[in-house]
């Protein structure tokens, strides 16, 4: 399959754990936006609303692997150290990231605070990146962080961090 090609598979894959996300928060009673190519929302796919909890969320969909939690490319945090997530400077920040897997008729959705996500992937791709290959291998540092859903079953369907990370402060009236 030519690069343009998966990279058109890829978008499209996002934009539909994007809509699944939003669906199922919409379901939930949540107000939902898009941040759509917004520059000052380069860390986040969604902002949710609920009362006085305002959540920004980054959809990461696993379009592929129905068996496992995507969570980002391992690149830049094995060769620079970097964060996953809220890593360009923008004025808003993830506050949750949102797994999709299984496909958009048996979508699963694994939550994370942003922190959790951090931490997971991080140590999963120091963990896969030391092991190697089955021909002994070193492995590539831009690797698909895609720990399996039998070891995160903990985060699936976690709906209610959303409502413990941020609530709005309105002045009292």
């Known amino acids: ?3 343009d090609e998966r990279q058109v598979r890829r978008l499209l894959s996002g934009k539909i754990g994007e809509l699944l996300v939003e669906l199922e928060l919409t379901a939930r009673g949540w107000h ?3 941040l759509d190519g917004a520059a000052k929302a380069a860390n986040g796919d969604l902002i949710a609303i609920l009362g006085r909890h305002r959540v920004v969320i980054q959809v990461k969909t696993n379009g592929t692997q129905k068996d496992r ?3 980002g490319y391992a ?3 094995l060769q620079h150290g970097a964060t ?3 890593a360009k400077q923008a004025a808003i920040e993830t506050d949750i990231v949102v797994s999709v897997t299984g496909g958009h008729q048996n979508a699963e959705f ?3 605070t942003v922190t959790e996500a951090d931490q997971i992937a991080q140590s999963h791709a120091s963990n896969w990146y030391e092991t190697p290959t089955r021909k002994g291998a070193k492995r590539s540092v831009n690797f698909p962080i895609s720990p399996k859903c039998e ?3 903990d985060h699936r369907d976690r709906w209610e961090k959303l409502v413990k990370v941020n609530v709005l402060a309105y002045a009292a009236s």
């Open 1 to 3: 399959m030519p690069d």
């Open 32 to 34: 939902v936006e898009r």
């Open 69 to 71: 939690v995507f969570l």
């Open 75 to 77: 690149g830049k945090f």
């Open 84 to 86: 996953l997530f809220n």
């Open 110 to 112: 694994y939550i994370f």
């Open 151 to 153: 070891t995160l079953q």
